[in-house]
């Protein structure tokens, strides 16, 4: 598929009488028209695609060319503004880099990008019909996307829908996402589906999430076969179908040390403020979510359907209501569940199908916890963490948060701040000091043309206007 994106930059200046002798006016300068094909590989300005020495992407340009080497390793070396992509093929947007279908792994992204803590502001996607949608679109084993922000995003797609991966095998880490992104079935803030082995870890999603079909999740929409989310969190709302999670639509693989914040609705089955659906063999430990939750039948403040998995050290916070199967930590429940709580009072319900209820008081009083083993301790306050523990607590004060996500970590809604200051980055002032130096070029020119046609041409020849 060719993309083609032209750019026009007319600079627009009055030309004084002191610089050509002649009144000119307002004089146009240049159109430059830069085209690229995704069978073109254009030269990146720095970097050998080599893991010690990366391409280094310095526009949204080079971002896009990504997909000529789907097995090279690049960095950004400044933040990166997308917006245009609004505007590219045909309204369509950017084209995710790698693809499926799954068993054609020379399609897949299988090399590295390090963000370096920038971000990539206004990356549209408008691919209703289409599958493997997001930056990457498929991310395939062995390949490495860390240290990037996508912010303020508008990305749809079909199935296997991220703002940042919409299918991953390989590594996701140290990653965000904000914005909004919407599809049919699996469907994620920052990743569509974490499969065979994929890893996303200390990442989240602050974006709201909507899905037709089924599984969509705040962070990942479906997480499964040996996929792995730890250390990671979720804002958004979520508003979808059946497999519906403020955290995980649908979970076949282990979810640590993670919560969900967002409220969920989903109009059927499936519906939890941490998982939709948790299947056998799976692991829930270490998480929580305070969301309220919305559902058909079997809705559950943390998960709505726990089909065998075990859930351990977890609790549920949010207000839960349904039409069938409904509770306070779980809608329906058919696997062992230790140490787990819900608020009977802030959920509105006092029944669950596996878990304790507890009252408010009870469930920010420390001894609720580490009476019953979990790895606690009491803080001053909300914003220290002792990471020398799993769990933190302001005793009488706060439920239970994890260490291991600090308040620096949490950015407020839609933050796009990667702390560094406002200083131009190095790619604008280098294009800056480029269109200057060229349009100094072209008035000499143009004046040493006219003096030297001026000595050629007679008074009154209008050879020059023909």
């Given at each position: 598929?060719?993309?083609?994106?032209?750019?026009?930059?007319?600079?627009?200046?009055?030309?004084?009488?002191?610089?050509?002798?002649?009144?000119?006016?307002?004089?146009?300068?240049?159109?430059?028209?830069?085209?690229?094909?995704?069978?073109?590989?254009?030269?990146?300005?720095?970097?050998?695609?080599?893991?010690?020495?990366?391409?280094?992407?310095?526009?949204?340009?080079?971002?896009?060319?990504?997909?000529n080497g789907l097995s090279a390793h690049y960095a950004l070396a400044n933040?990166?503004?997308?917006?245009?992509?609004?505007?590219?093929?045909?309204?369509?947007?950017?084209?995710?880099?790698?693809?499926?279908?799954?068993?054609?792994?020379?399609?897949?992204?299988?090399?590295?990008?390090?963000?370096?803590?920038?971000?990539?502001?206004?990356?549209?996607?408008?691919?209703?019909?289409?599958?493997?949608?997001?930056?990457?679109?498929?991310?395939?084993?062995?390949?490495?996307?860390?240290?990037?922000?996508?912010?303020?995003?508008?990305?749809?797609?079909?199935?296997?829908?991220?703002?940042?991966?919409?299918?991953?095998?390989?590594?996701?880490?140290?990653?965000?996402?904000?914005?909004?992104?919407?599809?049919?079935?699996?469907?994620?803030?920052?990743?569509?589906?974490?499969?065979?082995?994929?890893?996303?870890?200390?990442?989240?999603?602050?974006?709201?999430?909507?899905?037709?079909?089924?599984?969509?999740?705040?962070?990942?929409?479906?997480?499964?076969?040996?996929?792995?989310?730890?250390?990671?969190?979720?804002?958004?709302?979520?508003?979808?179908?059946?497999?519906?999670?403020?955290?995980?639509?649908?979970?076949?693989?282990?979810?640590?040390?993670?919560?969900?914040?967002?409220?969920?609705?989903?109009?059927?089955?499936?519906?939890?403020?941490?998982?939709?659906?948790?299947?056998?063999d799976t692991v829930v430990s270490n998480s929580y979510a305070t969301g309220?939750?919305?559902?058909?039948?079997?809705?559950?403040?943390?998960?709505?359907?726990?089909?065998?998995?075990?859930?351990?050290?977890?609790?549920?916070?949010?207000?839960?209501?349904?039409?069938?199967?409904?509770?306070?930590?779980?809608?329906?429940?058919?696997?062992?569940?230790?140490?787990?709580?819900?608020?009977?009072?802030?959920?509105?319900?006092?029944?669950?199908?596996?878990?304790?209820?507890?009252?408010?008081?009870?469930?920010?009083?420390?001894?609720?916890?580490?009476?019953?083993?979990?790895?606690?301790?009491?803080?001053?306050?909300p914003d220290y963490r002792d990471t020398d523990y799993i769990w933190n607590?302001?005793?009488?004060?706060?439920?239970?948060?994890?260490?291991?996500?600090?308040?620096?970590?949490?950015?407020?809604?839609?933050?796009?701040?990667?702390?560094?200051?406002?200083?131009?980055?190095?790619?604008?002032?280098?294009?800056?000091?480029?269109?200057?130096?060229?349009?100094?070029?072209?008035?000499?020119?143009?004046?040493?043309?006219?003096?030297?046609?001026?000595?050629?041409?007679?008074?009154?020849?209008?050879?020059?206007?023909?």
């Amino acid at each position: 598929m060719i993309v083609k994106k032209t750019r026009v930059m007319c600079i627009v200046m009055l030309l004084l009488v002191s610089v050509l002798g002649v009144s000119v006016g307002i004089t146009c300068v240049g159109v430059f028209v830069d085209e690229f094909t995704t069978t073109e590989l254009h030269n990146f300005t720095s970097g050998s695609g080599t893991p010690d020495d990366p391409y280094m992407i310095y526009d949204v340009d080079d971002l896009q060319n990504m997909n000529n080497g789907l097995s090279a390793h690049y960095a950004l070396a400044n933040d990166i503004d997308a917006s245009e992509t609004s505007d590219w093929n045909d309204g369509d947007g950017w084209e995710p880099v790698g693809t499926g279908p799954v068993g054609e792994s020379e399609n897949h992204f299988t090399g590295s990008f390090d963000g370096q803590n920038y971000t990539i502001t206004g990356l549209y996607i408008d691919r209703d019909g289409t599958e493997y949608v997001g930056l990457f679109g498929l991310v395939g084993e062995g390949g490495e996307v860390r240290n990037v922000g996508v912010v303020h995003a508008d990305v749809s797609g079909y199935n296997y829908v991220g703002v940042l991966v919409g299918r991953n095998e390989g590594t996701v880490y140290k990653s965000y996402a904000t914005g909004t992104v919407s599809g049919n079935s699996l469907v994620g803030g920052l990743v569509g589906r974490n499969t065979w082995g994929g890893m996303v870890s200390d990442s989240y999603a602050t974006g709201d999430v909507s899905g037709t079909g089924f599984n969509a999740g705040g962070l990942v929409g479906s997480n499964d076969w040996g996929g792995t989310v730890e250390n990671s969190y979720a804002t958004g709302t979520l508003t979808g179908v059946s497999g519906v999670g403020g955290l995980v639509g649908w979970n076949r693989g282990t979810v640590s040390n993670s919560y969900a914040t967002g409220d969920v609705s989903g109009t059927q089955w499936y519906v939890g403020g941490l998982v939709g659906s948790n299947m056998e063999d799976t692991v829930v430990s270490n998480s929580y979510a305070t969301g309220d939750v919305s559902g058909g039948d079997r809705a559950g403040g943390l998960v709505g359907w726990n089909r065998g998995g075990p859930v351990s050290n977890s609790y549920a916070t949010g207000n839960v209501s349904g039409n069938n199967l409904v509770g306070g930590l779980f809608g329906e429940n058919r696997g062992p569940v230790s140490n787990s709580f819900w608020d009977i009072e802030t959920s509105g319900i006092t029944e669950s199908d596996g878990g304790i209820g507890r009252t408010t008081a009870e469930m920010i009083d420390i001894t609720t916890f580490s009476d019953v083993g979990w790895d606690i301790v009491t803080v001053a306050n909300p914003d220290y963490r002792d990471t020398d523990y799993i769990w933190n607590i302001v005793d009488g004060d706060t439920y239970p948060f994890l260490s291991s996500i600090s308040p620096d970590d949490v950015p407020p809604d839609d933050a796009d701040d990667n702390g560094d200051d406002d200083s131009p980055a190095p790619g604008l002032l280098i294009l800056v000091v480029s269109m200057i130096l060229a349009l100094a070029f072209y008035i000499k020119k143009i004046k040493n043309d006219k003096e030297s046609m001026e000595e050629k041409t007679a008074p009154g020849d209008d050879r020059l206007f023909n």
